[in-house]
């Protein structure tokens, strides 16, 4: 791995010393959140190309479409005393 040093001012690092959690390095915590920065670029290039495929894809379109509207907090109703259904049942 190439090792870089990189120059910020005092304000900077005063900054970065306020913001850091206390367990952590000023290098590591500088690392986490370019780790950070570089991974939220890449899920907003990633949302982008899925938003493409739905316009140019009618059946992505649809199949969203149907999952959007899907009851998600619907959950069947318990069988049993215990409440756990057949799960325990051999």
């Known amino acids: 791995m ?27 915590y500088v690392r986490s959140v370019l780790q950070r920065e570089v991974l939220r670029q890449k899920m907003g290039a990633v949302a982008e190309c899925y938003t493409e495929l739905v316009r140019e894809k009618p059946d992505e379109k649809a199949w969203l479409e149907e999952w959007t509207r899907a009851d998600l907090t ?4 318990r069988s049993g005393r215990s409440g756990y259904g057949s799960i325990f049942r051999a």
Do not use: C, F, I, N
């Open 74 to 77: 619907h959950r069947p109703p």
């Open 2 to 28: 190439k090792a870089t040093t990189l120059k910020v001012d005092g304000e900077q690092v005063r900054e970065l010393e306020r913001s850091k959690p206390a367990s952590q390095s000023v290098s590591a």
